[in-house]
């Protein structure tokens, strides 16, 4: 088992964890990491271990994951700014009628 590889499903569990919280600064150092691991787990050797294996698909479904919250937090976001942006318009076409 490679330790790099084990560190970086760590790191993917920590990424999903703050997905789930929306903490974008965190998601972006954890998965800068991440990637630094997983370029050095596929540079160590032209094979890899089934131990490996599981844990990259493991890594790859933590990402997916991961990817859902983050899109579940953007369409939230811009949900907001929708409705912001209707609630300014109104503003401006009745709050002079008044």
Do not use: Q, W
């Not at 630094?36 to 787990?41: A, G, M, Q």
Request: contains cysteine.
């Amino acid at each position: 088992m490679n330790p790099d590889c084990a560190a970086a499903l760590e790191l993917s569990r920590e990424l999903l964890a703050a997905a789930e919280r929306g903490d974008a600064g965190v998601i972006e150092i954890l998965n800068a990491r991440r990637l630094e691991l997983l370029k050095l787990v596929r540079s160590a050797s032209a094979t890899m271990s089934n131990a490996d294996r599981v844990m990259i698909e493991e890594i790859s479904h933590l990402n997916d994951t991961a990817i859902g919250y983050l899109d579940h937090f953007l369409r939230a976001a811009a949900r907001k700014l929708d409705t912001a942006s209707v609630g300014r318009r109104a503003l401006a076409a009745y709050g002079s009628t008044s």
